[in-house]
């Protein structure tokens, strides 16, 4: 009794976990994950940042030219692509590993689309005479727009694997077992999907800052 009353009366008893008691219980390939994407973020704030200011000393006026087209059907197949991969964790946990399947098999595809429309896009660009060895303002949304699409592409690349073992496990009554009662592939969709959303929402942030500048 007197035990009970001494753990209550503990400095902090009661309490709840406070920011770094929080992050000392991420497993540390989220960790990893939540300080890269703060990296990236920083990264592409400060293009953004050189953008505006470049195209501000040049003098040169917006909407000149219209933002080409296929940058705004990409980030449409994006957004879908974001949908699909926000359903795998609802069917991860219905033990599900076809529809799984099926699932990482349609978001790597919308992917690969998005990346597809993204070098229309910048072909678009050219057609308007926005070239990289032109204005240097031009230059940034070849530079950001490639930055952007080699960070889908890694995340492709982790998507990929993890489709790959979804497939191998989905074969077997066993290895659908193992897979799914693993928590190490839990933290595997976790991650990817958090990190698709994130790529998404980066997008729709630079898409919006390319309507107002270009």
């Not at 031009?138 to 080699?150: F, K, P, R």
């Amino acid at each position: 009794m007197n035990s009970d009353k001494e753990s209550t009366n503990r400095v902090g008893a009661g309490r709840p976990a406070s920011a770094f008691q929080r992050m000392e219980r991420l497993p540390p390939l989220l960790m990893m994950l939540y300080l890269g994407l703060v990296g990236i973020t920083v990264l592409f704030v400060i293009l953004v940042v050189a953008y505006a200011h470049t195209r501000a000393i040049s003098g040169t006026p917006t909407g000149v030219y219209p933002l080409p087209r296929f940058f705004s059907l990409s980030t449409v197949v994006l957004l879908i692509s974001s949908y699909t991969i926000s359903q795998a964790k609802r069917l991860y946990a219905t033990d599900d590993l076809r529809a799984l399947q099926r699932c990482l098999g349609a978001t790597l595809l919308l992917g690969s689309v998005y990346a597809g429309l993204q070098v229309l896009g910048w072909r678009e660009l050219m057609a308007q005479g926005v070239v990289l060895d032109g204005v240097a303002s031009g230059t940034y949304i070849y530079l950001i727009s490639a930055l952007h699409v080699a960070h889908l592409l890694g995340g492709m690349l982790f998507l990929l694997a993890l489709l790959l073992r979804t497939s191998h496990a989905a074969r077997d009554a066993v290895r659908s077992l193992v897979f799914i009662r693993n928590p190490y592939r839990r933290l595997q969709l976790h991650m990817i999907t958090l990190y698709w959303h994130f790529i998404d929402g980066l997008w729709v942030a630079l898409f919006m800052a390319f309507l107002f500048l270009y």
